[in-house]
């Protein structure tokens, strides 16, 4: 029966690991953050959450699964996005009364990781990005990714920066509605294709604080946050879209591990203070520190920086570097790793073995025990729409 039609979406969306950290929010309410960021989207071929949203007439309420488990759905932030969605989809209905009244019927949606969720590998961005990318689809919603940005934003900040490919700024904005706060494309994955990352899993468990929880503990608390925010962010913004214009892997380096030690301070500096990073983590900073100081620029003799650490709030350490340097900085950990998950995939099994750096004896115990898998990854595209259903 016509009544019993089933409206069916899905789509891909990856996850995005800033570079230029957003913490800490000017109003909760419309997840709006005190600084800009900016952040490298990650191969959906490596991390992704793939969702499926369907509206019919036969559905009594809105529901969501997650990874075989249902979830509330009733969450301030989950419904300010569906609001936003099912408004703009009346006002098409209205607009045409030939139109279905989809934005009338009840939602039931369907989302899967194949990473870790709630372990700091930014599963809430791609999640409210697929979410917020699918009903999109299924109310054929004339809406740019910027215009959805606004939107995604809303469930999880972040989010909104996993609506686009490559290398994307969140701006913060300054009006209270939100309207300029919103994600925009820097460059576009072909742009610096040959950016690379190397995910170390040091903890696959739940966060002790929650990203919103450590959030309002650091604006409410930090003395160090206000200086950041204010002064340090803006001039790193700068640089760092310049670094990518040009592609400049040494700024982008020093900036990357720059800001993300200035993050975490912040955290360290709240009170009570917020422990993200464990000893996997630190010894995952030596490590990248040894492989930098012990590779040598022929040109002028000096070191040269291969990679860069970022770790958001969480332990998991991500590796930056450049695909023609893969073998000096993932081959060095998979010397170390090698008998982690993670390598047997395409990316791992192409990685050729590497030199372990010297004197590392103690870092090298260190993450061997703490490191539980690896993930090898790389710059890639925003949402993809698929006809592979969850439902």
Known sequence: ?????????????P????????WGKRDSKLNLPTNSSLSVTLSQDDLRTHTTACCSPAFSTDTLTLNGQPQDISGARTQACLRELRAIRSDR??????????????????????FP??????????????????????????????????????????????????????????EASGSDSYAYEVAPASHWPDMRALILVASADKKDVSSTAGMQQT???????????????????????????????????????????????????????IFYMNDTSRAAVRMVEAINATTVDEAGGSARTLCAYTFDAGPNAVVYY??????????AFKALLGDKTGWEGKRGQAVTMGQVPPETEVVS??????????ILTAVGDGPRKTEEHLR
């Open 219 to 273: 604006v409410a608390t930090s003395a160090l946050f206000q200086h950041r925010a204010e002064v340090i962010v803006p001039r790193r913004m700068k640089a760092m879209e310049k670094a990518i214009q040009d592609r400049d892997f040494e700024q982008f380096a020093t900036l990357t591990t720059k800001d993300s030690n200035n993050f975490h301070a912040t955290c360290s500096d709240t009170d009570p203070p």
């Open 322 to 331: 450049l695909a023609d340097d893969e073998q000096k900085v993932a081959g």
């Open 365 to 374: 115990e260190i993450l061997k025990k703490g490191v539980s898998r690896v």
């Open 15 to 22: 996850v995005n690991i800033a570079v230029i950290k957003y």
């Open 93 to 114: 209905e209205s607009q045409d009364p030939s139109l279905p009244k989809l934005s009338e019927m009840s939602l039931q949606i369907t989302s899967a990781n194949n």
């Open 1 to 13: 029966m016509a009544s019993e039609e089933v409206h069916r979406a899905s789509t891909y969306a």
């Open 117 to 174: 969720t709630a372990a700091g590998l930014a599963s809430s961005a791609a999640g409210f990005a697929a979410l917020v990318r699918a009903i999109a689809d299924i109310y054929a919603l004339p809406c740019s990714p910027t215009d959805l940005s606004r939107i995604a934003r809303q469930g999880s900040g972040s989010a909104c920066r996993s609506l686009f490919g490559g290398y994307v700024a969140w701006n913060a904005g300054s």
